[in-house]
């Protein structure tokens, strides 16, 4: 769904077709969003000539099977977050793609947005000084209903995976890191529903947090059908902020999941001053990543997210998993 409305504004890219396990479902959606091509299963369409490339979207669970028969039928494969369901997945994709010489690109939408790269140079070039502490935040509403593949531990589910993961890309633009601590509160059995962690920067020894979390969750048996919900009656709490606090100041960016809805980049000095602010540019991450993708498919671009980020990336997920009690997720 990201991705339909920001190809209509890249220049040779185009939504050329949908398959889902459902063909009526696939058919339903294509009318709906104008799509020319519907295929009945997601085999015919990894073969199709008429597919030039492939956006992986489907449940954790499922992002390393299919991402691989992709790459093996010739199809760069654009794959959404998380990149696989474990860090063992992620390297089995990465030697896919090396095998294959194709393209994948992992879609942590906020990173190709022109305010990611700006608050890694902002930090690079000593906007706060000397970096004490990086914290993250990622804290989303959810009105879905227990069996949401979010909520199911065979699909690879769990709010780390969904918006823990954002938060742990966050803290990985500055710089690798390990897990000093982690905690969690379940919704069900392996599930988290909120995760927080400690971390600490391997090069500098500066330290790091994370949270991640659904929030109303608890409120479900109350609300009933989420189509139904009165969204007055329900807590929309929404939080994405990540925070750098160095020795001569801090740094807020606001939003950085959607920048283009938040309030920019703001450094502030230790008095609280406001030193340097740069605004949000109104660009869509989706529309700033497909055509990142389309470059580097098309015109041998850079790759900002390439497999071997992502392994460690999924590496960092997997230690966080263990260091708070729970298993790592699987695949099938």
């Known amino acids: 769904m990201g991705l339909i409305e920001p190809a209509k504004e890249v220049d040779g890219v185009e939504v050329a077709a949908a398959a889902a396990r459902d063909p009526q479902r696939a058919r339903a959606y294509a009318d709906e969003h104008g799509i020319p091509l ?28 299919w991402t691989i028969a992709a790459l093996e039928a010739g199809k760069p494969v654009l794959l959404e977050k998380p990149f696989t369901a474990n860090a063992d997945e992620a390297r089995q994709v990465a030697e896919a793609a090396e095998r294959t010489g194709r393209v994948v690109m992992e879609a942590y939408h906020w990173r190709f947005h022109p305010q990611a790269e700006r608050a890694i140079e902002l930090v690079a070039e000593g906007a706060v000084g000397e970096v004490t502490h990086v914290e993250a935040a990622m804290v989303f509403p959810s009105m879905h209903g227990p069996d949401d593949i979010r909520y199911r531990y065979d699909l690879a589910g769990g709010a780390l995976m969904d918006t823990g993961s954002y938060a742990l890309s966050n803290l990985r633009a500055f710089g690798e890191l390990e897990v000093v601590r982690a905690e969690c509160e379940e919704m069900a059995p392996d599930i988290d529903r909120k995760m927080t962690a400690e971390l600490r920067y391997r090069h500098s020894g500066a330290t790091a947090s994370m949270l991640s979390e659904f929030t109303g969750t608890d409120r479900k048996a109350e609300l009933g059908d989420p189509d139904e919900i009165d969204p007055e009656a329900f807590d929309f709490e929404f939080r994405a902020e990540v925070v750098v606090t160095g020795a001569e100041g801090r740094m807020l960016i606001d939003n950085p999941l959607a920048p283009m809805w938040g309030s920019g980049l703001t450094v502030t000095d230790n008095d609280g001053n406001t030193v340097h602010h740069e605004p949000a540019q109104p660009v869509a991450t989706y529309t700033c990543q497909l055509r990142a993708f389309r470059a580097c498919v098309e015109d041998g671009g850079p790759n900002l997210y390439p497999p071997s980020e992502s392994i460690k990336t999924m590496e960092l997920i997997d230690a966080v998993y263990r260091a708070a009690g729970l298993p790592i997720r699987v695949g099938v």
Request: no cysteine; net charge negative.
């Open 38 to 65: 519907v295929f009945d299963s997601y085999d015919d369409l990894l073969t199709s000539e008429e597919i030039d490339a492939v956006y992986n979207p489907l449940p954790n669970s499922h992002h390393a099977r």
